[in-house]
């Protein structure tokens, strides 16, 4: 019975050794599972944070856009452990989504077209090819579909989706994939994607979850670099604009006529970065004198190009115009044939003879030309008739537009403006007008044409209250002095 007992023992002691062995190893490989685990959940963070570096730097970056393209497609494949990748990007102009980035072995995301399927047999390159080229309608197949319900996708099989068509190749047989929309705010991007075969490989809760973590990050960083980008392009619209001005200032008189038995006064402010009024002076043969004033229609780039082509042909045409109406004709004939149809062009132009004696304008559509008058202090209005350059191709034009001849006394001062002056509106939407530019002119005649230039803009920034003017300001004082 000792024995017996004795020998029970020693087998419910091996039992139990065996047992906590056993136990011992499953306990390593619990421990095992989550030493590998963790690794893991490491090893996908380190890959996410270098994915989140690289992109913040793609940003700033000169040459972002492909650069950046490549880095989130091999991010998000290296990220999520997959095989292949693919980016799609919106062109809204035609409303398609373009593959910005398609990756080695990406498995097909499209309906492969029957040309392409045939021709893979002799160039194994040509459905690679394809996909890199080809844009799929925002309402076409798979991805459309997911950029239109905006929500991201597992996948499982590829070859089992109805929205890639009937008619697969093998490369998108046995594939799962994970395809999301990029948007950022209001704005829809693109497309994202990823996929690999589903031997050796399958998408779980967490890398979904990666996944459209790398979605919201990729977006992000699209946006941001579109807005880069733009903010970039914004900066060298305004250097050029910067520059033209510059240009376009230089090519104003930078210094007060010197005309016998006349002092002139001259002041141009642009209501943007370039103007569309202009002034200059000219030499005439005789010892003639010659003044203009020009309001082009419109503001920018375009209004500012037409006044440089004025200039450049009143300085062409005028010295050889037998009167001021002449010259204006001859600009109009060279200038109405290269102008849009809704552009004109309103001048003023006047020719003071050497000895001062006589002054004769013609005025093409602009504002009425402003005499004050020492001897009475009344202001006069000077308006021969004449239609905008521009409206005609001549012979109407020539035909309306006529030469006025009038004199000034000594102290008598004229005024020439264009309609940024009387058409400026003060807060409530009053304007300017014309009556209170001649009660200006009355006010600060006496004091000298630098004195109503300054006078009238001082007036007229009271006026406007702070407020920038809508349109460009341009004024010439012309005062009679012997």
């Known amino acids: 019975m000792t024995t017996f007992l004795l020998v029970l023992l020693v087998l419910l002691m091996t039992a139990g050794l065996f047992l906590l062995a056993k136990v011992a190893r499953q306990q390593k490989a619990a421990l095992a599972a989550l030493r590998a685990e963790e690794e893991a959940i490491v090893a996908e963070e380190r890959r996410m944070f270098n994915y989140l570096h690289e992109l913040g730097e793609a940003i700033w970056r000169d040459d972002q856009q492909a650069s950046m393209h490549r880095l989130i497609v091999e991010g998000a494949v290296r990220v999520t452990q997959s095989t292949g990748g693919a980016l799609y990007l919106l062109d809204e102009a035609t409303q398609r989504l373009v593959p910005r980035h398609y990756s080695d072995f990406c498995a097909p995301l499209i309906a492969v077209p029957e040309r392409v399927r045939q021709q893979m047999n002799d160039n194994p390159f040509a459905l690679l090819s394809t996909l890199r080229m080809h844009a799929v309608a925002v309402d076409e197949g798979l991805l459309g579909d997911i950029f239109d319900k905006q929500k991201t996708e597992l996948v499982p099989d590829l070859g089992l989706d109805a929205r890639l068509g009937s008619k697969l190749v093998p490369a998108q047989e046995g594939v799962i994939a994970m395809i999301g929309p990029l948007s950022f705010g209001t704005r829809r991007l693109g497309v994202l994607a990823v996929t690999s075969p589903k031997v050796g490989r399958s998408y779980n809760a967490n890398d979904f979850e990666v996944f459209n973590s790398l979605i919201e990050q990729s977006a992000f960083a699209l946006a941001n670099a579109v807005a880069h980008k733009e903010a970039a392009k914004n900066r060298m619209d305004q250097q050029e604009l910067l520059n033209a001005s510059q240009i376009q200032q230089v090519l104003l008189p930078d210094r007060d006529p010197e005309v016998p038995g006349f002092v002139i006064a001259g002041k141009n402010i642009p209501a943007r970065t370039l103007s569309g009024d202009y002034f200059d002076y000219l030499k005439l043969p005789d010892g ?48 109405a044939p290269d102008i849009r149809e809704d552009m004109f062009i309103t001048m003023s132009y006047i020719v003071a003879e050497k000895d001062g004696s006589k002054l004769t304008f013609a005025r093409a559509g602009h ?81 000298g044409p630098r004195a109503v230039i300054g006078g009238i803009i001082a007036d007229l920034e009271h006026f406007l209250k702070g407020r920038r003017s809508h349109d460009d300001i341009t004024l010439i004082a012309m005062q009679k002095t012997a």
């Open 288 to 335: 003639r004198s010659g003044i203009v004033i020009a309001d082009v229609s419109g503001k920018g780039i375009g209004a500012a190009m037409i006044t440089v082509m004025c200039r450049t042909l009143m300085r062409a045409k005028a010295p050889n115009a037998a009167t001021p109406s002449a010259a204006l004709a001859a600009v109009n004939r060279q200038i």
């Open 367 to 447: 504002n009425a030309a402003l005499v004050w008058r020492k001897a009475d202090g009344r202001v006069e209005s000077l308006h021969p008739p004449g239609l905008g350059v521009g409206i005609d191709k001549g012979d109407v034009f020539e035909r309306v537009t006529k030469d006025l001849e009038f004199s000034m006394q000594p102290g008598d001062c004229l005024l020439l403006y264009t309609d940024g002056v009387n058409e400026a509106m003060d807060p409530k939407g009053i304007e300017f007008g014309e009556e209170r530019v001649q009660d200006k002119l009355a006010k600060y005649a006496p004091l």
